[in-house]
């Protein structure tokens, strides 16, 4: 029996990235054929091993872009949010933390020349439109899963990367949030609403659907870069 998406393991290399004086600690995958980097933005109370981004790292694997799942937080950070609450919606912090990731790849030998998108989850896509906004040369597309663009607050107009939304159906909060964002972003932008998904997109396929409208998204805009 084959083993299910979530099962498969990825092939990646551990990575230490230094960022001001700390270090956090990520995981790349690099396919033979690469022909772009996506790095990912987790939500709040996430991180590089989220099996529902790990599963969608698998897909962009296959469709030769270069992952890049890394720690927003260190350890000590992620027990003051547990602690305090403090830093959840630090949407600055977090976007500096992205804009350090995209600097250190574009350093790196294997990864020099790639264009650079940025996939965010839940607080993850606000942190991630953030950081578009103030990087517009290095980050070249952005794709929000059940996303909080409304956390980027008035720099999403700012936004010059093409960005896809996407949506559950029944998660009726988040797509009221993402509707009004696409509303006022001045870049492309495309709201894609997965039919009968709720927030987590745990129903049968969903995830996959996600996926793959995400994978088309960086691959399109990536390789046109």
Request: contains cysteine; proline residues 4%; positive net charge.
């Amino acid at each position: 029996m084959s083993a299910s998406p979530l099962e498969r393991r990825r092939t990646a290399d551990a990575v230490q990235i230094p960022v001001a004086a700390r270090t956090l600690a990520g995981d790349l995958a690099v396919p033979p054929a690469v022909c772009g980097l996506v790095i990912f933005a987790h939500g709040s109370g996430s991180n590089r091993t989220s099996p529902r981004n790990r599963q969608i790292a698998d897909v962009f694997d296959r469709g030769d872009l270069a992952t890049l799942l890394v720690d927003l937080l260190t350890l000590e950070e992620e027990d003051t949010v547990l602690r305090t609450g403090r830093l959840r919606f630090d949407m600055t912090l977090l976007a500096s933390r992205l804009i350090a990731f995209c600097s250190w790849a574009q350093r790196l030998p294997k990864l020099r020349g790639l264009s650079i998108g940025l996939f965010g989850a839940g607080t993850g896509a606000g942190a991630a439109l953030l950081a578009a906004s103030q990087h517009p040369r290095s980050v070249r597309a952005v794709v929000a899963r059940g996303g909080r663009p409304d956390l980027a607050g008035s720099a999403i107009r700012r936004v010059m990367a093409p960005t896809l939304l996407i949506v559950g159906e029944r998660d009726e909060q988040a797509l009221d949030i993402n509707r009004r964002a696409a509303e006022r972003m001045l870049t492309e932008v495309r709201l894609e609403v997965v039919a009968g998904a709720t927030h987590f997109f745990e129903e049968a396929g969903a995830l996959d659907q996600v996926a793959r409208l995400a994978a088309d998204w960086f691959h399109e805009r990536l390789t046109l870069a």
